[in-house]
């Protein structure tokens, strides 16, 4: 079973910049697109970033400017820059794989989950 690992997270004040990654062993890795999402206390998750496998980038209004995702086929990352980090920021980040497949059944797709990685923005 393929796996997901964030790391990155932390603390940081008003201002201050991140860079998170996610990273897995799976061999189609450069095959799929690649999702960030992110869950506050009380809120419900929500889509940051996507990267498809070519490349193309996505974000939602309230991160534009601010954050940068890219990918590095060859090392099986997928990275998540956060500049400009505010107080509503704050939350756990989640790196998604919503279209995996086994190359011997690719016609099965799995929608697979890192185990989130905690981003505190705080004076």
């Known amino acids: 079973q393929v796996q997901l690992v964030e790391s990155g997270g932390g603390l940081v004040q008003p201002g201050g910049s991140l860079r998170l990654s996610c990273a897995t062993s799976?061999?189609?890795?450069?095959?799929?697109?690649i999702h960030w999402y992110r869950q506050a206390p009380g809120k419900q998750r929500e889509l940051v970033a996507s990267i498809t496998s070519s490349g193309v980038t996505n974000y939602t209004d309230s991160v534009k400017g601010r954050f940068t995702i890219s990918r590095d086929n060859p090392k099986n990352t997928v990275s998540l820059q956060l500049n400009t980090l505010q107080p509503e920021d704050t939350a756990v980040y989640y790196c998604n794989a919503p279209a995996w497949y086994d190359p011997r059944n690719p016609f099965k797709l799995y929608n697979i989950w890192g185990q989130g990685t905690q981003v505190t923005v705080s004076s």
């Open positions: 799976g061999n189609i890795f450069s095959r799929v697109a």
